[in-house]
């Protein structure tokens, strides 16, 4: 007999689940290659049902999955675990790439559509409070109402009496505003969320790495290479973090179109759009203007229903594109000139 205990009122609370939440939720217990083997086996309908049943999840908990499967509590636990990134993963391979691309981007636009604002759902009613200083009454009006009450309350509260009133006689007299808009505030604000948890996690130790590497920047390679072997050497850890911040995803703007093209050429396509998540605008203006009209509007348009990701996701694709220019660079396909010199081929 299975010594596992079923939580009380499981039956019930699987008699109010609609079916497509039990069936993600189940899905989400396995591992990618065993749920991708479910879902070849499903309708294109059920897959996208399930699909946006598990997007709108966010995150589950234990206790929910514990009611769903129970013979799996001990694996599951009491914690969360992340649905988007396994959802990439498992539609990906029961679909392939590009089909799974394009289904992932449709339910994020459906997700999107229906519940805006979700990079501010983390944020506290100071940090919200920072982003929408100096924005027009009728924006925030729209992220107000979108927010937790409880921030809600606090954001009100921390407005002078006449642009609090203005806020609140927005949210009262304005009908339903065009998705356009929405998705555009939403978009802007996103990225400032994105930039002020970068600048959260700015430790001491970061600033001193940033420090160096600018100085290293304007140095001659020589210098800087001979600084650069020793620190390998001496202190590893930290000449990785230093390697890295010396040439930084700002400076592609340095690079002339030419060999930015070619540099585009050989970078992957998911990364560069996740890339441009939080780029700064010259640097998305920089690199959309290297690609074909064709590519630069398939980017824009997933840029445009894609979903909140993680800042370390954005901060990988990234990486990855930087690692692409460095190994350029050690072909001698490209020279980067340090101290803000032109890049030559």
């Known amino acids: 007999m299975s010594d596992v205990v079923k939580p009380e009122g499981a039956d019930q609370y699987l008699a109010g689940m609609p079916g497509p939440r039990r069936a993600a939720a189940l899905l989400l217990t396995l591992d990618p290659e065993t749920a991708a083997s479910v879902m ?26 514990e009611r769903v499967i129970e013979a799996y509590r001990k694996q599951v636990g009491t914690g969360t675990m992340q649905v988007e990134p396994m959802l990439e993963q498992l539609l ?17 636009s459906a997700s999107r559509d229906s519940e805006p604002f979700k990079s501010l759902r983390n944020l506290n009613h100071r940090q919200v409070s920072s982003m929408l200083k100096g924005e027009h009454p009728q924006v925030v009006a729209l992220v ?3 927010l937790p009450p409880e921030v809600a309350i606090d954001v009100l509260k921390s407005m002078d009496e006449e642009p609090r009133y203005e806020v609140i006689r927005r949210i009262a007299t304005t009908d339903e505003l065009p998705i356009d808009l929405v998705r555009q505030v939403d978009n802007m604000l996103e990225v400032r969320a994105y930039e002020m948890a970068r600048q959260s996690t700015d430790s001491a130790a970061e600033r001193r790495y940033k420090t160096i590497a600018q100085m290293l920047n304007f140095a001659e390679p020589s210098v800087a290479k001979s600084v650069m072997d020793k620190m390998t050497k001496d202190l590893p850890s930290a000449a990785a973090e230093i390697q890295a911040l010396m040439f930084v995803f700002e400076d592609l703007v340095r690079i ?33 203007g290297n690609l074909s009209q064709r590519a630069r509007e398939a ?47």
């Open 40 to 65: 070849r086996n499903l309708s294109d309908g059920e897959v996208a049902s399930i699909s946006e049943e598990m997007s709108r999840m966010g995150t589950i908990s234990g206790d929910e999955m």
């Open 92 to 108: 990906e391979k029961a679909l392939g790439r590009e089909k799974a691309r394009v289904l992932i981007s449709r339910i994020r």
């Open 144 to 146: 107000v109402t979108h």
């Open 256 to 288: 002339d179109d030419r060999t930015m093209q070619k540099i585009l050429g050989e970078v992957d396509k998911a990364d560069l759009t996740l890339s441009l998540k939080t780029a700064a605008p010259e640097v998305k203006d920089k690199l959309l």
């Open 299 to 345: 980017i824009l348009d997933e840029l445009e229903f894609m979903g909140p990701r993680s800042l370390s996701d954005v901060e990988e694709a990234q990486k990855r594109i930087l690692d692409q220019v460095r190994e350029m660079e050690e072909r001698g396909d490209i020279v980067i000139s340090r101290g803000g010199g032109e890049v030559m081929v």
